[in-house]
């Protein structure tokens, strides 16, 4: 190796540690796990994977996860973070109950079409967790429980949804009933779009796919 390659190959190195040494190790772990997730798949998440894309010791991870899964569920809390946040950026300015329905809707088809492997990591990791509601009496659950992180952030989408509901029906019951169905029909088209089962048409964009497909929550929506 020339003295410019040695050179050039220490300032990558130093530049891959920048966030570390401004003490944002865990935010930049979980950029790192993101790229991975998205390049390479769930299988090639590690401890020592994300140490390896920042450019740390494979010990640094231990200073934030205890283990992968540790890492999984603050990928996930993340994934959840940031779909509230672009679901609240894309109906900025709308104050329609109508409009806002529709937009998160749009917002959350978007969120799993363009991180497919996030979403899916994401739902695997809530859905994997389901057993935690089991009755006493059921089978013990062995699984760890959702983190305080994990749980807060996975229920951001469906909040907002709730909410704009919640400005249409004054009973409570309609207003969660109507929330749940209206986030059941985006949850399952995200689904089958990313996994090859829908086919947007060529031309349509999801907000006008899902507006003429399935979210007829409120008879104003779509039209």
């Not at 050179?7 to 935010?27: I, Q, V």
């Not at 996994?195 to 048409?201: A, Q």
Request: hydrophobic share 40%; aromatic share 6%.
């Amino acid at each position: 190796m020339s003295k410019n390659e040695r050179s050039a190959s220490e300032s990558a190195k130093k530049t891959k540690n920048t966030k570390y040494h401004h003490g944002d190790l865990k935010a930049s772990l979980i950029e790192a796990a993101n790229t991975i997730l998205q390049r390479d798949g769930a299988d090639s998440l590690s401890l020592r994977s994300i140490a390896a894309e920042v450019g740390v010791s494979h010990m640094a991870p231990y200073s934030h996860f205890k283990n992968k899964k540790e890492l999984v569920q603050a990928i996930t809390a993340d994934g959840f973070r940031c779909l509230a946040e672009a679901m609240e950026s894309d109906s900025e300015g709308m104050s329609k109950p109508e409009d806002l329905i529709l937009s998160y809707g749009t917002s959350y088809l978007e969120f799993a079409v363009q991180h497919p492997q996030l979403y899916r990591l994401m739902l695997g990791q809530v859905d994997s967790q389901g057993r935690r509601h089991r009755k006493e009496s059921d089978e013990p659950v062995t699984e760890p429980k959702l983190s305080i992180e994990l749980e807060t952030f996975t229920q951001g989408p469906f909040i907002l949804l709730r909410n704009a509901f919640a400005t249409v029906y004054k009973d409570e019951a309609m207003v969660k009933a109507q929330a749940l169905g209206a986030w059941s029909i985006v949850h399952g088209m995200a689904a089958l779009i990313i996994e090859g089962h829908i086919e947007v048409p060529e031309g349509t964009s999801l907000k006008q796919f899902l507006a003429s497909a399935a979210l007829r929550a409120s008879p104003n929506i779509g039209n």
